[in-house]
């Protein structure tokens, strides 16, 4: 009987997603007999400017046995709670996204339908209000998850803020460490087999031609062999969120250190703020139809709270993705497989969610095409899916200060989200589809902070009076605030359990 085992995996391009890939593989593989070796050139500089996460990155490193408090020593890590939204549904205006829950359900009906009773009797108390992350990050303090809470209202997840660059440098190292093999040279041309078009080799610098079973594309947005070489073809989703422009510029703290990620609402796009014990990340993400990159640098280096500590670095996007992320015996992950703004921090998801992919359906030398066709399937549900997350962003928005503004609520929409949108809007039903990176609790809290509320409530709701949910809310709102109050500051955890040595 012949092996027909993938015996050779190469990773073209490191940064976050090429190390992430060669751990978690180096990882799960370690007794297959599996060759894996990573090509970079330290003469490329990596994008390297997401620095926010979700809670995904949790389940990423624990499964590879790394332990959370050295990995943020080692990163300048901080807690992320999740991201407060300031001046997107008018100027002046704010909101969180928690990760986490909203309230607790009673007699199998979801909280936000009592919540939504309340507001029509005229009570105008905050959804936020029975968010535990959110009253945490309200009084700019962080704790753990209890394993086992007492009751659903101290129910909460959390991510980390990260330098993206220390972050591959430390999973650079745990990967060499399991036999990983790290080539830096520059790949000058990718050789595809005559018969069958599949990648053969790949030529470096010096001449050393490289051969594998299986490639990993990392290398960014230029998508060196999954478009370079195998012309997958790109899905261009500009009409549906045209933001084309990043700006990243770091800068020193000046400021308490917050458990939130920041995204301020601009005239052409919107800024990020992410704490790190060393720095603060900042970026403008906007349209250059309404805005040019010099007044976006001048723009941004206004609103920096310290001083800048590098020089703006331009990053020109399009939203999007490859039409086929999996293409013959090449897989592409990260930048290399599409692109969707840092709005909701789920690039570095992204990479995580397409290696698991990969892992799950690992071929053989045959590259049955069922397998591929599944990964494309799946990445593209998820990526639609987060796609039309981040779209109802800037269609909810009722601002109309500038003419990117009233660009975005004339956008169109794909027709899952709008059928979406008109479920909830009739009387609170949230819809959830195959591949949904963003569960009920983030669509309410986004329906919440845009003020994108249902006609009326569910009658099931009217099981209770408007009185006795009065008392019990009343009841939620004390019992949140009073936990809350008892949880560390985030700065005195940080230093409590890890203060990287040089913050």
């Not at 890590?77 to 100027?91: C, M, P, Y």
């Not at 692109?339 to 799950?360: A, D, H, N, Q």
């Not at 030398?365 to 639609?384: G, I, M, Q, V």
């Not at 099981?463 to 709102?477: C, D, I, P, S």
Request: net charge neutral; hydrophobic share 40%.
């Amino acid at each position: 009987m012949n092996d027909n085992r993938i015996r050779s995996v190469v990773i073209v391009g490191g940064g976050t997603a090429g190390w992430m890939a060669a751990a978690s593989l180096s990882h799960y593989f370690a007794k297959n007999g599996l060759s894996i070796t990573l090509i970079e050139s330290t003469d490329i500089p990596t994008v390297g400017v997401g620095e926010a996460t979700i809670p995904a990155i949790r389940d990423y490193y624990r499964a590879l046995g790394i332990d959370e408090l050295e990995l943020m020593r080692a990163t300048q890590a901080t807690a992320k709670l999740g991201i407060v939204f300031e001046d997107w549904a008018r100027v002046g205006t704010s909101f969180m996204h928690p990760f986490g829950l909203f309230g607790a359900p009673a007699r199998d009906v979801p909280f936000h339908q009592y919540w939504l009773k309340l507001r029509h009797a005229g009570d105008r108390a905050d959804f936020g209000d029975y968010s535990f992350a959110i009253e945490l990050a309200r009084q700019n303090r962080f704790t753990r998850p209890h394993p086992k809470p007492d009751t659903p209202l101290g129910v909460f997840d959390w991510a980390l803020h990260f330098d993206a660059a220390l972050f591959a440098r430390y999973l650079r190292e745990y990967s060499v460490q399991r036999c990983v093999a790290r080539i830096d040279r520059q790949v000058l041309d990718v050789n595809l087999r005559g018969e069958d078009g599949f990648i053969e080799s790949l030529r470096l610098e010096g001449g050393e031609c490289i051969r594998a079973d299986l490639f990993i594309d990392c290398t960014g947005f230029r998508g060196l062999l999954i478009e370079g070489a195998l012309r997958s073809g790109y899905e261009d989703w500009t009409h549906w969120l045209p933001c084309d422009r990043a700006i990243a510029l770091p800068c020193s703290s000046a400021g308490p250190l917050t458990p939130y990620t920041r995204a301020t609402a601009l005239e052409a796009g919107w800024k990020w703020r992410i704490p790190l014990q060393h720095r603060i990340g900042n970026g403008y993400v906007f349209c250059s139809e309404f805005l040019g990159e010099e007044q976006a640098i001048e723009r941004l280096r206004g609103k920096l709270e310290g001083r800048a500590l590098a020089e703006p670095n331009v990053l020109r996007f399009r939203t999007g993705m490859r039409k086929k992320i999996w293409n013959k015996n090449c897989v592409a992950l990260g930048l290399a497989s599409g692109f969707l703004e840092p709005l909701e921090s789920t690039s570095i998801s992204l990479i995580e969610t397409g290696i698991e992919k990969l892992r799950r359906l690992f071929p053989d030398k045959s590259f049955d095409p069922a397998l591929e066709a599944e990964f494309n399937r799946t990445s593209r549900l998820e990526l639609e899916r987060i796609r039309d997350f981040l779209i109802v962003h800037y269609r909810f928005s009722q601002r109309e200060d500038s003419a990117f503004w009233r660009h975005c609520r004339a956008l169109p929409m794909p027709d899952a989200l709008e059928h979406k949108l008109r479920l909830f809007k009739q009387r609170g039903h949230v819809v959830r589809y195959e591949w949904e990176t963003f569960l009920d609790p983030s669509w309410l809290s986004i329906y919440a902070g845009f003020e994108f509320l249902p006609e009326t409530y569910d009658p099931l709701a009217d099981h209770f009076t408007t009185e006795e949910l009065r008392r019990v809310f009343a009841g939620m709102r004390q019992t949140i605030a009073s936990a809350a109050r008892a949880a560390p500051t985030h700065a005195e955890f940080i230093a409590q359990h890890c203060a990287a040595p040089a913050a």
